[in-house]
Each structure stands twice: as structure tokens, then as C-alpha cells.
């Protein structure tokens, strides 16, 4: 059964511009694991961190740094949800998520689907 999805689409050098403006939205918004990573890659996991809270009906209180985005050892991206996220989740039933995660030039997309 599919509890909910979610889409978001975020502009490379435009998110970009804003983790200049404001560099302690880096810290904020992505764990210690994530904040490394390139420009590129950073779009496309705050567009999935997005797409979970939309699949969850975007209640709020809930924690970024709660939602990570991990790749396993083939290199397919998978949702990695505690605290705050993961409790959102349980009262929802959400047993597992799919994610979907993409960049082409300036775009970086991700789509969640969470099933229960």
C-alpha cells in the first residue's frame, strides 16, 4: 500500500547560491556524512530530503538532518529515516521507501515513494 509520494526538482546553481549566502544552511540541512559531497550531489539529496517530507503530508517539526540519503554498495541511493522523520513515518505506517535520484546539467530531481 503507498502511503504517500513525493517530487521535488531543485536548481543546481541556484541552491548553490543559497549555501553561499547562508553557509550555515550546510549544516542544517545535511548530517556530517552528506555535507562533503559535491554541489550536485548536495541538490539532489536536499530535492529527496523535499520529496520525504511530501510524501509524508509535510508535517512540520520535522528534522533534516533526521532524513539521510545513503547509496549502497552498487551505488543505488536509499532513504535512512530516525528520529523525528522516522516517527513521523511509524504513525503513518510507512515500512519501506523507494527513491529515485537524478541530475542532468542544472536540474536535480528525486521522487520518494514511502509504502507500507
Not at 554541489?39 to 532524513?67: D, T, Y
Not at 554498495?73 to 523507494?98: L, N, Q, R
Request: proline letters at 3%.
Amino acid at each position: 500500500m503507498i502511503i504517500g509520494i513525493g517530487v521535488d526538482v531543485v536548481l543546481v546553481t541556484r541552491f548553490k547560491h543559497q549555501l553561499e549566502k547562508a553557509p550555515a544552511l550546510r549544516d542544517r540541512l545535511f548530517t556530517p556524512a552528506e555535507r562533503e559531497l559535491n554541489i550536485r550531489s548536495l541538490a539532489a539529496r536536499f530535492a529527496a530530503k523535499e520529496a520525504v517530507a511530501k510524501a509524508l503530508g509535510a508535517p512540520a517539526g520535522m528534522n533534516w538532518q533526521h532524513c539521510q540519503v545513503d547509496v549502497d554498495a552498487a551505488g543505488a541511493p536509499h532513504v535512512v529515516a530516525i528520529g523525528t522523520v522516522a516517527d513521523v513515518a511509524d504513525a503513518k505506517g510507512v515500512k519501506k521507501w523507494h527513491l529515485s535520484l537524478s541530475h542532468d546539467g542544472d536540474v536535480a530531481t528525486a521522487m520518494v515513494v514511502a509504502e507500507g
